[in-house]
């Protein structure tokens, strides 16, 4: 399958998705009685959007045509996407630059060493796949197997979701791993028919039932900071704030920054 069909196979399944997840009372539509699917029909949504119901079934069955951005816009009021789907949305439709592939840009030596500088901070250096390309010791003690002796990166999307470790350092674990999933089926749109994000997805789905579970849901995110609650080795329970930061000229780099904002718990 070539990049571009699989871009539309993801479009479709994605407008599939939030389609579905509209009822029509939501979107002022008479009730019509029993329904065999979930949410909106296609009819109605196109109704919504203004557009033919025909044309938008082409859409949801990734036939070769192209949406224009008044179309987009359209689709994306009428299925009430937030901006951060919306993005999504015309992404999968090819309203964004394709990103160029393949590997990582090279890590900077002097941007390598800012972790070891923020000891005794949890920080790490992460690229656009999540490997880690630099990290501290504290980094190893808050988040333990994540660094292995597999002969890759660690990676902190298979950390979670691989390592059974990661359940317990997670307080919130499903929130947290729902969100992260989300934000890698985001990478998939930005950067559709990359062979490190389509390996790291098919290991994913190989080794969690939740993936499985989850990934068709078709959810999205971004995020650039937050709290966690992580699980210290004596028990307790320590909140931290992180912040991320983009490395500059290097925008698939990232560098993470945690600092402790309550003491351990028992």
Same mark, same amino acid.
């Not at 987009?72 to 090819?94: I, K």
């Not at 630099?134 to 999307?157: C, D, I, K, M, Y």
């Given at each position: 399958m070539s990049n571009s069909q699989e871009q539309r196979r993801e479009l479709a399944a994605f407008l599939r998705s939030r389609r579905e997840r509209i009822t029509p009372r939501e979107a002022g539509l008479p009730s019509t009685g029993?329904?065999?699917?979930?949410?909106?029909?296609?009819?109605?949504?196109?109704?919504?959007?203004g557009m033919s119901a025909t044309w938008y079934t082409y859409l949801?069955?990734?036939?070769?045509?192209? !949406?224009?951005?008044? %179309?987009?816009?359209? /689709?994306?009021? +009428?299925?009430?996407?937030?901006?951060?789907?919306?993005?999504?949305? *015309?992404?999968?439709?090819?309203?964004?630059?394709?990103?160029?592939?393949?590997?990582p840009d090279p890590l900077d030596p002097e941007v390598a060493a800012v972790p070891l500088l923020l000891q005794p901070h949890p920080a790490y250096v992460i690229d656009g796949?999540?490997?880690?390309?630099?990290?501290?010791? !504290?980094?190893?003690? %808050?988040?333990?197997? /994540?660094?292995? +002796?597999?002969?890759?990166?660690?990676?902190?999307?298979?950390?979670? *979701?691989l390592e059974p470790r990661?359940?317990?350092?997670?307080?919130?674990?499903?929130?947290?791993?729902?969100?992260?999933?989300?934000?890698?089926?985001?990478?998939?749109?930005?950067?559709?028919?990359?062979?490190?994000?389509?390996?790291?997805?098919?290991e994913l789905h190989e080794g969690s039932s939740e993936v499985r579970e989850w990934w068709p849901r078709f959810?999205?995110?971004?995020?650039?900071?937050?709290?966690?609650?992580?699980?210290?080795?004596?028990?307790?329970?320590?909140?931290?704030?992180y912040t991320a930061f983009h490395v500059a000229g290097r925008l698939e780099q990232t560098l993470v920054i945690y600092a402790a904002s309550s003491t351990p718990g028992p």
């Open positions: 029993r329904r065999r699917t979930p949410g909106l029909r296609r009819e109605e949504l196109a109704l919504l959007a949801e069955q990734g036939r070769d045509i192209r !949406a224009s951005d008044q %179309v987009l816009d359209a /689709l994306a009021c +009428a299925l009430r996407l937030d901006a951060h789907e919306r993005g999504h949305l *015309f992404r999968l439709a090819g309203h964004a630059p394709a990103a160029e592939e393949p590997g796949t999540y490997d880690v390309l630099s990290h501290n010791p !504290a980094t190893e003690r %808050v988040f333990p197997g /994540l660094v292995t +002796a597999a002969g890759r990166p660690p990676n902190f999307v298979r950390w979670t *979701f990661a359940r317990e350092v997670l307080v919130d674990w499903e929130p947290e791993a729902r969100g992260l999933l989300a934000r890698v089926r985001t990478l998939t749109g930005a950067h559709p028919g990359d062979p490190r994000i389509g390996r790291l997805v098919d959810e999205v995110e971004a995020r650039s900071g937050g709290r966690k609650r992580l699980r210290s080795p004596d028990g307790g329970v320590v909140t931290y704030a």
